[in-house]
């Protein structure tokens, strides 16, 4: 028997998928696990080599491969292998959904790890915080103290300056009118006992001299001491 080529490569591809299930006799035909490659012609076993070889042994038994038509069992084939690729792109889109499930879980744990890590790191600026706060309170308290004691003595300071310049202003009216009375008393001396007279215009004018240098010593020390309160605001606010 001669065969075209494209029979005999047909048929050797037959043998390479079937192999040994289509050696069989016609007894072990008759046994219950025989293979169901046997009952199938050359046209149906080339028919089914359009399945995956784990799909053919089922889908023969299930669809009595052996006792259909050339068109019946192309069709079923077709129909078989459009339910696989259907299959296969379901199990696709599976894979695919559990890889993004996945990814977004991973995404969703550190999403709270860092959330968690913010929120510690939050906690523990508010400490922070107010640590800082209560140091501020204490030197506010105690910028407060210090004011009101700077007050206070500003306030001791004016009373002490009010009273000196109110005995100032009475001791000087007082001086004032003694001096006028000296003046008149010396006058009157002037014509009763000349020599007297010159005797108390000497001691007057001793108490001039000595008044108007303690009034000068006074004046200097004064401009002295202001000058280093100048000094001393200028200090402060370089």
């Given at each position: 028997?001669?065969?075209?080529?494209?029979?005999?490569?047909?048929?050797?591809?037959?043998?390479?998928?079937?192999?040994?299930?289509?050696?069989?006799?016609?007894?072990?035909?008759?046994?219950?696990?025989?293979?169901?490659?046997?009952?199938?012609?050359?046209?149906?076993?080339?028919?089914?080599?359009?399945?995956?070889?784990?799909?053919?042994?089922?889908?023969?038994?299930?669809?009595?491969?052996?006792?259909?038509?050339?068109?019946?069992?192309?069709?079923?084939?077709?129909?078989?292998?459009?339910?696989?690729?259907?299959?296969?792109?379901?199990?696709?889109?599976?894979?695919?959904?559990?890889?993004?499930?996945?990814?977004?879980?991973?995404?969703?744990?550190?999403a709270?790890?860092?959330?968690?890590?913010?929120?510690?790191?939050?906690?523990?600026?508010?400490?922070?915080?107010?640590?800082?706060?209560?140091?501020?309170?204490?030197?506010?308290?105690?910028?407060?103290?210090?004011?009101?004691?700077?007050?206070?003595?500003?306030?001791?300071?004016?009373?002490?300056?009010?009273?000196?310049?109110?005995?100032?202003?009475?001791?000087?009216?007082?001086?004032?009118?003694?001096?006028?009375?000296?003046?008149?008393?010396?006058?009157?001396?002037?014509?009763?006992?000349?020599?007297?007279?010159?005797?108390?215009?000497?001691?007057?004018?001793?108490?001039?001299t000595?008044?108007?240098?303690?009034?000068?010593?006074?004046?200097?020390?004064?401009?002295?001491?202001?000058?280093?309160?100048?000094n001393?605001?200028?200090?402060?606010?370089?």
């Open positions: 028997v001669s065969y075209s080529q494209r029979t005999a490569d047909r048929m050797m591809q037959i043998f390479d998928e079937y192999g040994a299930k289509l050696l069989v006799s016609s007894e072990d035909q008759e046994m219950s696990d025989s293979s169901p490659v046997t009952n199938l012609t050359y046209t149906q076993a080339l028919i089914l080599l359009g399945l995956p070889e784990d799909q053919r042994d089922a889908f023969i038994a299930e669809n009595d491969a052996g006792s259909m038509s050339k068109q019946q069992l192309q069709q079923a084939v077709y129909v078989r292998n459009q339910e696989l690729a259907g299959k296969e792109e379901l199990q696709k889109i599976c894979d695919e959904q559990k890889d993004k499930i996945s990814k977004l879980s991973d995404e969703r744990d550190r709270k790890k860092e959330a968690t890590d913010n929120l510690q790191a939050v906690w523990a600026e508010q400490g922070n915080v107010l640590k800082l706060q209560r140091k501020l309170d204490v030197l506010e308290n105690e910028n407060t103290t210090a004011k009101h004691i700077a007050e206070i003595e500003n306030e001791s300071k004016l009373l002490k300056l009010n009273l000196s310049m109110s005995q100032a202003d009475a001791r000087f009216e007082l001086i004032t009118k003694g001096l006028e009375e000296l003046f008149v008393a010396i006058k009157e001396m002037a014509a009763a006992d000349p020599d007297a007279c010159s005797l108390y215009i000497a001691h007057a004018n001793q108490l001039m000595k008044t108007i240098n303690k009034l000068t010593r006074i004046e200097k020390a004064s401009r002295a001491a202001s000058k280093v309160q100048v001393q605001v200028i200090d402060v606010k370089d």
